[in-house]
């Protein structure tokens, strides 16, 4: 059941999904509170004795901290408390860990050591936010200044600084496996041997920062029974709750977070970092505290999309049909993961844009540098690969010598067509995009490009899985020892096949980390996808010799696909415990596409050395949300 | 804590001046540091009837311009056509409502772009002693001048012997890549005694005397301004910054030089 569905299944009497919208003039459901000035924003709430919160922060790409003398800080004028990474409760996070998803691995306040421009090493909270910064200007920090990385490909290199310890190797870990996502679908080589154009093309952007026009914020006081309010300018409520309630240990239950108008958001509104640290100085002080980023924050630590780099090879035959398509990819993520790692998995289920294209594979590498942390924003994960597609399609075009929009028709995806994440292709409409994008801007098209539709010609032998080749170069630390060749199938030793119809390795999610973490059907009213992942028999896959078989990314097979039901045992606890089927689900965001997991771990998954947040211990309910979900 | 002190006379305020204090003309760029936590500023003088000093005024072939003249006062003033579109230049309509001729002078980079038609037009200063003083000397020791400006006098153009350019990302109202002014007084068709002035491509703006040296007796034409253009690099050293580099600006400097002096793309 695709994300989609699951959400019409959720939701479907809350919301009318016959929209028939285009074309008639719409009024925003927000717009009378914008232009009446009556929006309330999360910073028009007003408190009595408000105190607030401003940020040392490292004037260094990457520095160890020698020492940090707060002294002089604590006796200035109105200062209440000055906050450093020993008053975090559980200073250790990654965003995603709310999903299982990577390690633990961004502190909320530093004390060891600072890797990008801006990163906090204390927090001072003042009577007024001119004290405050007064004070944070007082604080003595002795750092002793390391050597930083800032371009990805340099970042892999076996002698660049490490930026983040707890990926030594300056990439995320892909299934405890790789150093980056694979794709493999069908033979590259064989589709470039066969073509009579390689066409290669490097593509790049730069950062782009959200700038909403509210900074983030949030502001936090002491509530009646033990709870803490916040008012927040988060994008993403439930998730800032979970986050704080990890960070400072502390039930979510006791946590009352109040939503509202988001100032602009598009994506840097959910990294959650001003909650906890608004929360925190509550619970310090005893007082409503206020943190908010001014302008130049949002600007410098306010995470951005972050920088891509990617190369593209073609294999092109004379009458513009692609037969082959190779990626390789870098996401430049800052210094740590926050949801980068994400959106690699979200751009590799895209790959290779909306065309169908034979053979195609990927390497797409979540690389840290001593820059922004980077994170989500509009389109997330597809916009810059979709630059570097597009601006390739163009050049194809120019090699073959064919009318570009026409070159698009010819590849273009339709409905019924295999995808290599191993989904079928519906409601597609590139061909039906180009057509009216050719009439409007009036760029003449050929009579046979006109009469094409998505929903004809898809499917049949465009619906069959190729047999494919995999490999498993690039496997963790493997870089450190020597250099390895980045696009795909370069550097393996050896080749590994996957039979043609085959999924792939099975996907499942990655076990929950605790026992109440497991969903339950019956209280969530929730079953889950109507069949589970296909595991591959053994016989279908060749050995690769002594390694494991390489990933294929692939997502869990059409809900129309029946497969065996047994999932791979790759944790002590799926061992210990079956879970119900519908612990299979990924929950939301990565669902789409959740991670590949080998069918022989080389190790454990990763697992947090404890446990975090005492949420709500019932059994079936996530330990992050306070209240019950709709049943 | 920020302090506010209101004193009557633009003597009072000079002599208020001292270490954290800040002399409030329109606000523009005070308030917004202010309302930032900016450290620097502990508290603020103003006048408490600025509009004593907001006067504009015709004198013989030059104007005057009282310090606290607004944009939005030039613009309403028709003895100072030749410098609406320099205020116009300046801030959207809220910013030029408030910003002063005086606040326009200590604007630091990338700001101040009326300061640099001023520069050009040979602008002279009346300062809170009662002193006069050019608007380029001012300009360089502007960082530790402790006397505030009572009125501004600048030539007034004949004919079209004054153009601006502002150079911006964003449009219609983006702070400066660059800004130029020139004033280029002609003689039988020949250029005598031209007023180059940059904005934008030094800590505060400039003359650039090469180039104003190599306009000398040349008409107004592609021939005649080439070793001007050629000059351009020889006078400026520009900052980098967010919105350009230092390579950037002086690599398009001469190419809007030349577009203002042959009267192309000119507002």
Not at chain 1, 405 to 426: F, V
Not at chain 2, 111 to 126: E, N
Request: with cysteine; proline share 8%.
């Amino acid at each position: 059941m695709s994300s989609v569905e699951f959400r019409k299944d959720l939701f479907n009497d809350e919301r009318d999904d016959n929209l028939q919208e285009i074309g008639k003039p719409t009024r925003r459901q927000d717009i009378l509170g914008h232009v009446t000035g009556r929006s309330p924003y999360y910073d028009d709430h007003l408190f009595d004795g408000l105190l607030h919160m401003r940020c040392v922060r490292s004037p260094h790409h990457h520095a160890r901290i020698r020492s940090i003398d707060t002294g002089m800080a604590e006796r200035m004028p109105g200062v209440i408390r000055v906050v450093l990474a020993r008053d975090v409760p559980n200073n250790l996070n990654t965003l995603l860990s709310l999903i299982n998803f990577g390690k633990d691995e961004e502190k909320l306040i530093q004390d060891t050591k600072v890797a990008y421009i801006g990163e906090p090493v204390a927090a001072i909270i003042a009577e007024t936010d001119r004290q405050a910064r007064d004070a944070c200007a007082a604080v003595k920090v002795d750092y002793e200044v390391l050597n930083h990385v800032l371009d990805p490909e340099e970042a892999l290199s076996s002698d660049a600084p490490v930026v983040n310890e707890i990926y030594p190797n300056n990439t995320f870990d892909y299934h405890d496996l790789y150093d980056h996502q694979k794709l493999r679908f069908g033979d590259v080589e064989k589709g470039f041997a066969e073509a009579d154009h390689i066409v290669e093309g490097e593509y790049q952007m730069s950062p782009i920062e959200q700038a909403p026009i509210e900074t983030c914020g949030a502001i936090a006081a002491p509530e009646t029974n033990d709870r803490y309010v916040c008012y927040t300018s988060t994008q993403a409520l439930f998730f800032s709750l979970g986050t704080t309630a990890k960070l400072l240990n502390m039930a979510s239950s006791r946590l009352h977070f109040i939503g509202g108008t988001v100032g602009g958001g598009f994506g840097g509104k959910v990294d959650s970092i001003v909650e906890p640290l608004s929360v925190l100085g509550a619970v310090l002080t005893g007082r409503p505290v206020k943190f908010m980023w001014d302008r130049t924050e949002e600007m410098q630590v306010g995470a951005p999309r972050g920088a891509e780099r990617w190369r593209i090879k073609d294999g092109v035959a004379r009458d513009g049909r692609i037969l082959a398509r190779a990626f390789t990819g870098f996401f430049d993520a800052g210094a740590y993961t926050r949801l980068s790692s994400y959106a690699i998995i979200k751009c590799s289920a895209h790959l290779p844009g909306p065309y169908t294209i034979p053979n195609v594979a990927s390497n797409v590498f979540c690389v840290f540098t001593n820059r922004t942390p980077a994170t989500a924003m509009r389109g997330f994960g597809i916009t810059g690969v979709d630059f570097a597609i597009e601006c390739h399609m163009d050049k194809v075009a120019e090699t073959v010598g064919l009318n570009p929009i026409e070159l698009r028709i010819l590849n273009a995806y339709r409905d019924g067509d295999m995808k290599p994440h191993r989904r079928l292709a519906k409601n597609t409409a590139l061909i039906e995009c180009c057509q009216v994008a050719a009439q409007k801007s009036g760029w003449s098209i050929g009579a046979d490009a006109t009469r094409q539709s998505s929903l004809l010609g898809g499917g049949g032998a465009r619906a069959e899985i190729p047999e494919t080749v995999t490999d498993s170069a690039g496997r963790i630390g493997e870089r450190r020892r020597a250099p390895v060749p980045t696009a795909p199938g370069e550097g393996a030793a050896s080749k590994g096949h996957v039979r043609a119809g085959t999924q792939g390795i099975p996907i499942v999610a990655a076990a929950p980390q605790d026992e109440d973490m497991v969903i339950d059907p019956a209280r969530t009213g929730y079953r889950g996808p109507s069949s589970t992942p296909t595991r591959i028999p053994d016989a279908a896959m060749t050995p690769d010799h002594s390694l494991q078989p390489a990933a294929a990314a692939a997502a869990p097979p059409p809900a129309s696909r029946p497969g065996p039901v047994a999932p791979p045992s790759s944790s002590q606890y799926q061992q210990a415990k079956p879970p119900p089927p519908a612990a299979q689900m990924a929950p939301e965001p990565p669902a789409a596409q959740p991670p590949a997991v080998p069918q022989q771990p080389a190790s454990q998954p990763y697992k947090p050395e404890k446990p975090f947040s005492r949420g709500v211990n019932r059994p079936g309910v996530s330990r992050f949300l306070s209240g019950s979900r709709r049943r | 804590m920020v302090t506010i002190t209101t004193v009557e006379t633009l003597q009072d305020a000079a002599a208020n001046k001292g270490q954290g204090t800040a002399f409030l003309g329109g606000g523009t760029l005070l308030m917004r540091g202010v309302n930032y936590g900016d450290q620097n500023v502990s508290r603020i003088v103003r006048l408490r009837q600025p509009e004593s000093l907001a006067g504009v005024s015709s004198e013989g072939e030059r104007v005057r311009l009282g310090a606290c003249a607004t944009m939005a006062t030039i613009l309403k003033s028709a003895d100072v056509a030749f410098l609406h579109a320099v205020a116009r230049a300046v801030g959207g309509p809220a910013i030029r409502n408030m910003a002063t001729v005086g606040g326009n002078v200590f604007a630091p980079h990338p700001y101040g772009d009326f300061a640099v038609a001023l520069l050009a037009l040979d602008a002279k200063l009346r300062m809170s002693d009662g002193s006069e003083l050019e608007l380029e000397r001012l300009l360089a020791a502007r960082e530790t001048e402790t006397r505030l400006i009572e009125s501004v006098s600048a030539m007034r153009p004949a004919g079209d012997d004054f153009r601006f350019l502002k150079v911006t990302r964003v449009k219609p109202r983006g702070a400066s890549v660059l800004s130029i002014a020139a004033w280029l007084p002609r003689r039988a068709g020949r250029i005598s005694g031209a007023r180059v002035a940059f904005g934008a491509m030094a800590p505060t703006p400039v003359r650039t005397p090469a180039v104003e040296a190599a306009l000398e007796g040349v008409s107004l034409d592609q021939n005649g301004i080439d070793r001007a253009l050629q000059s351009v690099a020889n006078d400026l050293n520009p900052p980098d910054d967010s919105l350009a580099s230092g390579w950037y600006r002086k690599e398009v400097a001469p190419v809007h030089l030349k577009r203002l002096l042959l009267g192309q793309g000119t507002r």
